[in-house]
T-cell receptor, first 108, second 116 residues
């Protein structure tokens, strides 16, 4: 079993939809939780990070962490075609461990 | 700053050949990471350096893989001999220290390696 599980998708939604991306993890030692966004033929870029359980909001993006369930989510409101990318969750226990990534396509 | 610079962008080689991937981290960053990305396995950490010293190479798949960081501004990842299953995108990333909880990694654009 992988330490971090993420549905690879692909996920296709219409413009304006609310998108929910999720990851589960098995190791309670993970402390910091991040979401990276990766556009085609580019390296990943940090989108958001959280430390504690709860929600963190940044514009149209909300990151949610539930440590008791070992579950993290990223919500995208009013999704745009420019949000089309692969979204990778990442967690730190010393080194950074990535999920497999979910490919998202937002159709105009 | 130009960001993390990787070369070459694409590499096509034949099985058994030696492959060398190169990386220049962001100036002033003390940590450097090599990752490999495939559809099947996602983004995997191969090795990381802190202050030019290898700290964790447990992700290096086998002895055919080796990495060096002779100075703070340059690192190489070498595969010898290469095999078709090594085909992947190899990313280099750097960070100011690499050890802080919320610290982000800065990735290069990757090297697409195809071993025929």
């Amino acid at each position: 079993q992988k330490e971090v599980e993420q549905d690879p998708g692909p996920l296709s939604v219409p413009e304006g939809a609310i998108v929910s991306l999720n990851c589960t993890y098995s190791n309670s030692a993970f402390q910091y939780f991040m979401w990276y966004r990766q556009y085609s033929r580019k390296g990943p870029e940090l989108l958001m990070y959280t430390y504690s359980s709860g929600n963190k909001e940044d514009g149209r993006f909300t990151a949610q962490v539930d440590k008791s369930s070992k579950y993290i989510s990223l919500f995208i409101r009013d999704s745009q075609p420019s949000d089309s990318a692969t979204y990778l969750c990442a967690m730190r226990r010393g080194k950074l461990i990535f999920g497999q990534g979910t490919e998202l396509s937002v159709k105009p | 700053d130009a960001g993390v610079i990787q070369s070459p962008r694409h590499e096509v080689t034949e099985m058994g050949q030696e492959v060398t991937l190169r990386c220049k981290p962001i100036s002033g960053h003390n940590s450097l990471f090599w990752y490999r990305q495939t559809m099947m396995r996602g983004l995997e950490l191969l090795i990381y350096f802190n202050n030019n010293v290898p700290i964790d190479d447990s992700g290096m798949p086998e002895d055919r893989f080796s990495a060096k960081m002779p100075n703070a501004s340059f690192s190489t990842l070498k595969i010898q001999p290469s095999e078709p299953r090594d085909s992947a995108v190899y990313f280099c990333a750097s960070s100011p220290t690499g050890l802080q909880g919320s610290e982000k990694l800065f990735f290069g654009s990757g090297t697409q390696l195809s071993v025929l």
